[in-house]
């Protein structure tokens, strides 16, 4: 068939070759010009591909930054190796688990190691080990880059199985926004960045938060309150503002002791903050103490079974100490 080139576009017995088209704006107008000599069918046809690709496109384009799907717990096994002790274990996921490429991401909430990342296979599928014990939470994620998927909390089973889910007992009456995650601002000006944790209380009775705390102390993060009691139809906010000069990651666990046992684990996510600002040592789960042999020095933290955290005290002689992971 004839072929010939006219503003970059492809024609094939005068219709334009779909598959070759390098401008559309062009195409869109060679459409129009050439109506007036197309049968009614081929109209139909032509003015149906316009529409799709001259701007009346009845079929909406996904957003560029669409969520990541969180990983399909049902496809997931725990491989105990000693599970009723805390020890390794195997997760271990089937195809079609996560989107493939991407990286799975793990942290045990009532453990304090760091988290474990492995990379997602071209199935769907991957394989991990993390320490942890039965009845253990774990945090699941999919990352991508900067796209995160919503995470999944999963209780370690007592034997080989799958996990389920972790249970909220006030999910129908106490809602915290963000729900999982807070990332906080880049460092600006003289403050530390923060940002806010917005509790709301629909329960019956006052909803005690008897333990508001980091899962391991880190200097990285400050939060206040640690405890707090909102009133039925009342809000609070817990406000947490990060330190240091690298990018970190933490969870923050907020716990409940009335009307219900129930805990809200929520990933701190932190850009930095303000260069030689230094927190208070009580706002980042750590102790001010002294040496217990001379209280005229500070403590050492590492001799008394703990880890230095990089917070201030209110005197020379003390050390901010945080529990060692």
């Given at each position: 068939m004839l072929m010939m080139v006219q503003h970059g576009t492809y024609f094939r017995s005068g219709i334009p070759c779909v598959s070759s088209i390098v401008n559309w704006q062009d195409f869109c107008s060679t459409i129009l010009e050439m109506a007036h000599r197309l049968s009614p069918v081929l109209l139909v046809l032509v003015t149906l591909l316009a529409c799709v690709h001259c701007g009346i496109n009845p079929v909406p384009e996904p957003p560029s930054g669409e969520p990541i799907a969180p990983p399909a717990i049902d496809n997931i096994t725990v491989y105990p190796f000693q599970i009723m002790t805390e020890g390794n274990i195997s997760i271990h996921a089937g195809p079609n688990t996560a989107e493939p490429g991407s990286t799975l991401w793990a942290m045990n909430i009532d453990g304090t190691g760091p988290a474990v990342t492995t990379k997602v296979h071209d199935d769907g599928s991957f394989a991990l080990e993390i320490t942890a014990g039965s009845g253990d939470e774990v945090r699941l994620q999919v990352r991508s880059g900067q796209q995160r998927s919503k995470?999944?909390?999963?209780?370690?089973?007592?034997?080989?199985?799958?996990?389920?889910?972790?249970?909220?007992?006030?999910?129908?009456?106490?809602?915290?926004?963000?729900?999982f995650e807070l990332e906080l601002p880049p460092p600006a000006g003289s403050q530390p960045p923060s940002a806010s944790i917005l509790i709301k209380n629909r329960c019956s009775s006052d909803v005690l938060f008897s333990n508001i705390h980091l899962r391991v102390p880190s200097e990285a993060f400050a939060v206040l309150p640690s405890e707090l009691t909102i009133a039925p139809g009342n809000t609070a906010e817990v406000v947490v503002q990060v330190f240091g000069d690298a990018p970190r990651e933490e969870i923050l666990l907020l716990e409940t002791q009335a009307p219900e046992l129930?805990?809200?684990?929520?990933?701190?996510?932190?850009?930095?903050?303000?260069?030689?600002?230094?927190?208070?040592?009580?706002?980042?789960?750590?102790?001010?103490?002294?040496?217990?042999?001379?209280?005229t020095f500070p403590a050492n933290c590492e001799a008394l079974g703990m880890k230095y955290l990089e917070a201030t005290c209110q005197a020379m002689n003390l050390s901010c100490c945080g529990d060692a992971p």
């Open positions: 995470p999944i909390d999963v209780i370690i089973p007592s034997e080989e199985g799958p996990p389920t889910l972790a249970v909220r007992p006030l999910a129908g009456c106490l809602s915290l926004e963000p729900a129930d805990r809200r684990p929520i990933t701190l996510f932190g850009q930095g903050g303000i260069h030689g600002l230094l927190p208070n040592c009580s706002l980042v789960g750590g102790r001010c103490l002294s040496d217990p042999m001379d209280v």
